[in-house]
């Protein structure tokens, strides 16, 4: 679990299925154009992931839907968070390549 700190209230973070799998298909995708780019990747999504308690005014992609850009690769990490929960949902990882219909908001 991690646990961050908004304001006075700490929020976890969770990470859905959906996420998961765009992490795993982005990680096994590096990892196939040079070993350890993969691990680079994950490396980066942690950190981005920690990072989400400082940027609770992140630019709101869809109603409360958030997104959170990546420097070095070209993804973005779409999140909500649920204040009656205190928890910060990653809800996909999204390859800003792709066809921006095909947002997961």
């Not at 609770?56 to 070209?74: D, E, Q």
């Amino acid at each position: 679990k991690y646990f961050f700190r908004i304001g006075f209230m700490t929020y976890k973070v969770r990470i859905t299925l959906n996420a998961k799998n765009d992490i795993k298909e982005a990680v096994a995708y590096y990892e196939s154009k040079r070993d350890g780019l993969g691990k680079d990747f994950l490396t980066e999504f942690k950190s981005y992931k920690k990072l989400l308690s400082s940027i609770v005014t992140a630019r709101i992609w869809y109603k409360s839907m958030r997104g959170f850009p990546m420097k070095r690769f070209p993804y973005t990490l779409f999140y909500s968070i649920d204040e009656s929960v205190a928890t910060i949902f990653i809800t996909g990882v999204f390859c800003q390549y792709k066809n921006p219909d095909s947002y997961p908001v």
